[in-house]
Each structure stands twice: as structure tokens, then as C-alpha cells.
């Protein structure tokens, strides 16, 4: 019986344990394979360098702009997207009916397509832009939207941030719903403000969406291209020059592929490393309130 339940385990996992192999497994193994060659994309051939690339990897100005970017990301984008995410699910948490249709229609961007939604913006950011023309003429602001490093930056990490907003306050409002309303119900027979409520209540309480939130935009900081692709190209001056970028960059601009291999596999031991370190640091603050 054990035999045939180990069996029928095996044939049940088998179709993510193939999916892994091949969308996973071995691609990783052909990364590593590259990361230590010269192949340029196109030649049948190509030569072994060792750690070469790796070595000049660590000197590039691009991926150390790429590793510092990444940071910048995450300072500005994280507050944006939470915050407007909680806002949101508050808004909804705060309506009589129809929740649902609301929280539907913040989640639609979620859905747009980033090469199109990065086109609108990047039209309505030009110089000659209704915008640009109405700061000039009446409040005496030309501003180089995405030719300032600083102003590039906040561009995108909002855009970003305006995608995903909806789908993490679909999260949000889920935890609001799963608070105990005879907590709140108790703090305000104590007399107890709405705004200590919110902090010493609400706040703690939200902790397992709030973490799963910050996990997703976390990992979200660390795959962002398609709107520094289509607004940017990385620059000015590589001041949004992200991690996929630079590979994007090296792999299909330059055709080196071996080299865009190895930056690939530092931005992903990075990667790993960040999200491992934020995530302990996550949970310290959740044990802080009650969560082991």
C-alpha cells in the first residue's frame, strides 16, 4: 500500500517536478555553463574563459550602477506601493456593498500591458505634453522627467507601483476581513482614538498580508525591465539601469552572451541573498507583535 501511495505521489507531482527540470533546472545548469564562456549569441562556437566574466563583471560600471539602482528601487517603490495599497483596501474595507467590483477595478491595471501603459506615460511626460506645458506656463517648472536621474527613478517606480497596487490591496482587504471586530469593538468601549486603532491594533494584526505584500513587491524590485526598457533604456547615466537591463543589454545589444550569463547569476545570488536578509528582518518585526 505505502508502495502504491509513493506511486501515485511521484505520478501526481510529476508534472511540476518536469516543469522544473526543464524550465529550471537545466537552464540553470546551461546559465552556469555560459557564464564561464564567450559566446556571443550567434557564433557556433565559443571558447572556455574561466571566471573571466565574472571578474570583469565585478568592475563594470553597469552592474554595480545595476546593484545600486535595485536599492533605489526599493526605497522609493516599497513605501509607494504599500501605502497606496493599504489606502485602497481601507477605502473598500470602508464600503457599504459592492467591495468586490471596487477592488475589480483597482485590479485592472494589474492586468494592462507594461510595454503600453510605459507608452502613454512616456507620451504624457514628453516635452510638448499638455503636463509639461502646464507646469512650464503657469507654474514655471520645466522638468526633464526622463532625462533626470532622480526624476527617471520616481517615474517608473511609480508606474510600477500604480500596476500593482490593486492586486496587493486585493491582499490587504482579505486581512482586514480576517481581523476579529470584537477587538475593535472592545478598544472603543476603552476609548480608545481611531488612529491608536489603527497602529496598535490593525497594524499588528495585518502582519500576515502585510508580509506577503512586502515579499511580492520585494521580489517585484529585483525583476523590473519592461518600463525602464520601453520609458529609459536604463539611463540617464545608468540611474535606472535595473539588473535585467544590464543582461538585456549585454546578452542582445552587445551579443555577449557568456558575459550577460554571469551578470545573470550574480543579480540572481544578489537577489536571493536580499530577499533572505529583508524577509528575517520581516519576521523579527512580526515576532515583535505576537507572530512566531
Do not use: C, H
Given at each position: 500500500?505505502?508502495?502504491?501511495?509513493?506511486?501515485?505521489?511521484?505520478?501526481?507531482?510529476?508534472?511540476?517536478?518536469i516543469y522544473?527540470?526543464?524550465?529550471?533546472?537545466?537552464?540553470?545548469?546551461?546559465?552556469?555553463?555560459?557564464?564561464?564562456?564567450?559566446?556571443?549569441?550567434?557564433?557556433?562556437?565559443?571558447?572556455?574563459?574561466?571566471?573571466?566574466?565574472?571578474?570583469?563583471?565585478?568592475?563594470?560600471?553597469?552592474?554595480?550602477?545595476?546593484?545600486?539602482?535595485?536599492?533605489?528601487?526599493?526605497?522609493?517603490?516599497?513605501?509607494?506601493?504599500?501605502?497606496?495599497?493599504?489606502?485602497?483596501?481601507?477605502?473598500?474595507?470602508?464600503?457599504?456593498?459592492?467591495?468586490?467590483?471596487?477592488?475589480?477595478?483597482?485590479?485592472?491595471?494589474?492586468?494592462?500591458?507594461?510595454?503600453?501603459?510605459?507608452?502613454?506615460?512616456?507620451?504624457?511626460?514628453?516635452?510638448?505634453?499638455?503636463?509639461n506645458e502646464?507646469?512650464?506656463?503657469?507654474?514655471?517648472?520645466?522638468?526633464?522627467?526622463?532625462?533626470?536621474?532622480?526624476?527617471?527613478?520616481?517615474?517608473?517606480?511609480?508606474?510600477?507601483?500604480?500596476?500593482?497596487?490593486?492586486?496587493?490591496?486585493?491582499?490587504?482587504?482579505s486581512g482586514?476581513?480576517?481581523?476579529?471586530?470584537?477587538?475593535?469593538?472592545?478598544?472603543?468601549?476603552?476609548?480608545?482614538?481611531?488612529?491608536?486603532?489603527?497602529?496598535?491594533?490593525?497594524?499588528?494584526?495585518?502582519?500576515?498580508?502585510?508580509?506577503?505584500?512586502?515579499?511580492?513587491?520585494?521580489?517585484?524590485?529585483?525583476?523590473?525591465?519592461?518600463?525602464?526598457?520601453?520609458?529609459?533604456?536604463?539611463?540617464?547615466?545608468?540611474?535606472?539601469?535595473?539588473?535585467?537591463?544590464?543582461?538585456?543589454?549585454?546578452?542582445?545589444?552587445?551579443?555577449?552572451?557568456?558575459?550577460?550569463?554571469?551578470?545573470?547569476?550574480?543579480?540572481?545570488?544578489?537577489?536571493?541573498?536580499?530577499?533572505?536578509?529583508?524577509?528575517?528582518?520581516?519576521?523579527?518585526?512580526?515576532?515583535?507583535?505576537?507572530?512566531?
Amino acid at each position: 500500500m505505502n508502495t502504491k501511495q509513493g506511486r501515485l505521489g511521484w505520478l501526481f507531482t510529476s508534472p511540476y517536478l518536469i516543469y522544473a527540470v526543464f524550465f529550471f533546472l537545466i537552464p540553470l545548469v546551461w546559465s552556469l555553463f555560459l557564464s564561464m564562456t564567450d559566446w556571443n549569441l550567434i557564433s557556433p562556437t565559443f571558447s572556455f574563459v574561466g571566471i573571466t566574466n565574472y571578474t570583469e563583471a565585478f568592475q563594470s560600471p553597469g552592474v554595480k550602477a545595476a546593484f545600486f539602482v535595485t536599492f533605489k528601487f526599493l526605497a522609493v517603490f516599497i513605501p509607494l506601493v504599500v501605502a497606496s495599497s493599504v489606502i485602497v483596501a481601507l477605502i473598500v474595507k470602508g464600503l457599504p456593498k459592492y467591495k468586490g467590483i471596487f477592488l475589480i477595478g483597482f485590479f485592472l491595471p494589474y492586468l494592462a500591458s507594461g510595454v503600453v501603459s510605459s507608452l502613454i506615460v512616456k507620451g504624457l511626460l514628453s516635452y510638448n505634453s499638455p503636463i509639461n506645458e502646464f507646469l512650464r506656463n503657469s507654474l514655471g517648472l520645466d522638468i526633464d522627467w526622463l532625462g533626470t536621474p532622480f526624476a527617471a527613478l520616481f517615474v517608473v517606480a511609480v508606474i510600477i507601483a500604480w500596476k500593482f497596487t490593486g492586486y496587493y490591496a486585493l491582499i490587504l482587504t482579505s486581512g482586514f476581513e480576517s481581523i476579529n471586530k470584537e477587538i475593535y469593538e472592545a478598544a472603543m468601549i476603552d476609548g480608545v482614538s481611531a488612529w491608536q486603532r489603527f497602529w496598535k491594533i490593525t497594524f499588528p494584526l495585518l502582519y500576515p498580508a502585510l508580509y506577503t505584500v512586502l515579499i511580492l513587491s520585494i521580489g517585484v524590485t529585483f525583476g523590473i525591465f519592461t518600463e525602464v526598457y520601453q520609458l529609459t533604456g536604463g539611463g540617464p547615466n545608468f540611474a535606472t539601469n535595473t539588473w535585467q537591463m544590464e543582461i538585456f543589454t549585454r546578452a542582445f545589444s552587445n551579443l555577449q552572451a557568456g558575459y550577460a550569463s554571469a551578470i545573470a547569476i550574480i543579480a540572481s545570488v544578489v537577489t536571493f541573498i536580499s530577499i533572505f536578509i529583508i524577509r528575517k528582518i520581516i519576521e523579527l518585526w512580526g515576532k515583535r507583535n505576537g507572530w512566531d
